[in-house]
């Protein structure tokens, strides 16, 4: 499911007073007004043009994307001509990123990355407006994985989701062995930041609105859906591969 903020929708009261109210009146306006309506119904449709056909699916979203321009240097796991790619676009401060990552995701790698089936690519999705910690968090990522260590931090930091800060990030580091110097400095200024913002833009271009929102083989698979939603996708691009 993807993660939106919630909107709710305002209920009006729109009862009348009844007392005093002459039983021949309401009636007599709601013929006046019904004829008023029935006249502008029948105009409408004298003088309206015909209705344009639909529009086809936009590409990018139901009709899917081209793999190829999903990918970018972004962090992997898996053999690069797997006849499958699968490309996740994610939030850490994510909840429903952090249930994928620990449940789905593991299988998925289990069963198809480790297997030579799949290729897995990760890449970011910052939805700063709703989450503060999003786009840091993702640099901070981005540092590991320069010094080689993504996908340990990837975990932690999904692990670890109620803990975001700065300097929590910085103590993690620490604790998977990185240079905390070096991963500091790169934290500090920021070295990634366009990098995550461009995984972003790629998203939004190719139809991303929510997270976590996945491609296999370039068709969507919105949301932290169950394993076997995924099963499906990447038997049916495996069989389309042939």
């Known amino acids: ?9 305002a209920g009006e009261d729109v009862s009348g007073k009844r007392d005093g ?3 021949y009146v309401i009636p007599v306006s709601i013929l006046i007004a019904g ?16 209705a344009p056909p639909a529009q086809k699916a936009a590409v990018g979203a139901a009709a899917g994307v081209s793999a190829a321009d999903l990918v970018d240097d972004d962090p992997a796991l898996g053999d690069p001509s797997a006849p499958v790619t699968i490309v996740e ?4 401060q994510c909840p429903f990123c952090a249930r994928f990552a620990l449940t789905t995701k593991k299988d998925i790698i289990e069963q198809y990355v480790k297997t030579g089936k799949a290729r897995f690519v990760y890449r ?4 700063s407006s709703i989450h503060a910690e999003a786009q840091k968090a993702a640099e901070a990522a981005e540092c590991a994985d320069a010094q080689g260590k993504f996908w340990e931090y ?3 930091l999904y692990e670890r989701q109620a803990e975001l800060s700065v300097a929590k990030y910085k103590e993690w580091a620490g604790a ?16 990634y ?3 995550v913002q461009k995984d972003f833009a790629d998203g939004q271009a190719a139809g991303v609105r929510g997270t976590p929102g996945s491609f296999v083989n370039g068709k969507s698979v919105e949301g932290a859906q169950p394993f076997a939603a995924f099963q499906a996708a990447i038997e049916e691009a495996l069989k389309n591969a042939q």
Do not use: K, T
Request: hydrophobic share 45%.
């Open 21 to 23: 109210v002459n039983p």
């Open 124 to 127: 970011d999705f910052p939805l």
């Open 193 to 195: 930041a366009a990098e």
């Open 1 to 9: 499911m993807e993660e939106n903020q919630d909107a709710r929708e």
């Open 154 to 156: 990837h975990d932690l």
């Open 89 to 92: 676009f994610a939030d850490f």
């Open 176 to 191: 998977l062995g990185l240079n905390q110097a070096a991963f500091s400095q790169c934290l500090d200024s920021g070295a």
């Open 35 to 50: 004829g008023l309506i029935a006249g502008a119904v029948l105009y409408a449709n004298r003088s309206a043009p015909p």
